[in-house]
């Protein structure tokens, strides 16, 4: 907790009543929802850059699948919840960021069947 925001990542996993399929998961930073998708698709086939970061960061329980991943370090110190950047508040972390990034607050956009992302990407 800072200023007391939560400024950490959040991992929602939920059993929606109303949707199911489409929002087992949630991933958030800074209190804007980046990629909301089945759990399957989620941890499987993930979209957003912030989500393939977490997810890289999981260790595997097998040592010649551990040593062999690409671990997807962030750069960057985390921008303060109460100031946060302009457009994607990701932007000053993502390895993907382009000019546009700064200007445009990505909407989450449903990019397949079981998967929303917020990216210009998407
Ligand atoms: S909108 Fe830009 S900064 Fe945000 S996740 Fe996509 S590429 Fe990265």
Same mark, same amino acid.
């Given at each position: 907790?800072?200023?007391?925001?939560?400024?950490?990542?959040?991992?929602?996993?939920? !059993?929606?009543? !109303?949707?199911?399929?489409?929002?087992?998961?949630? !991933?958030?930073?800074?209190?804007?929802?980046?990629?909301?998708?089945?759990?399957?698709?989620?941890?499987?086939?993930?979209?957003?850059?912030?989500?393939?970061?977490?997810?890289?960061?999981?260790?595997?329980?097998?040592?010649?699948?551990?040593?062999?991943?690409?671990?997807?370090?962030?750069?960057?110190?985390?921008?303060?919840?109460?100031?946060?950047?302009?457009?994607?508040?990701?932007?000053?972390?993502?390895?993907?960021?382009?000019?546009?990034?700064?200007?445009?607050?990505?909407?989450?956009?449903?990019?397949?069947?079981?998967?929303?992302?917020?990216?210009?990407?998407?």
């Amino acid at each position: 907790m800072r200023n007391g925001l939560c400024c950490y990542p959040k991992i929602v996993v939920t !059993r929606s009543g !109303r949707s199911p399929a489409l929002l087992d998961g949630c !991933r958030q930073y800074l209190g804007r929802a980046m990629e909301v998708a089945a759990k399957h698709a989620l941890y499987d086939t993930p979209r957003h850059p912030y989500t393939q970061a977490l997810l890289s960061a999981i260790p595997v329980p097998d040592p010649r699948v551990e040593r062999a991943k690409t671990l997807q370090l962030l750069q960057g110190d985390l921008p303060s919840p109460i100031n946060p950047p302009s457009g994607c508040v990701f932007r000053t972390r993502c390895p993907k960021a382009v000019a546009q990034c700064a200007q445009d607050i990505p909407a989450l956009r449903q990019v397949d069947i079981q998967t929303q992302s917020a990216c210009v990407f998407d």
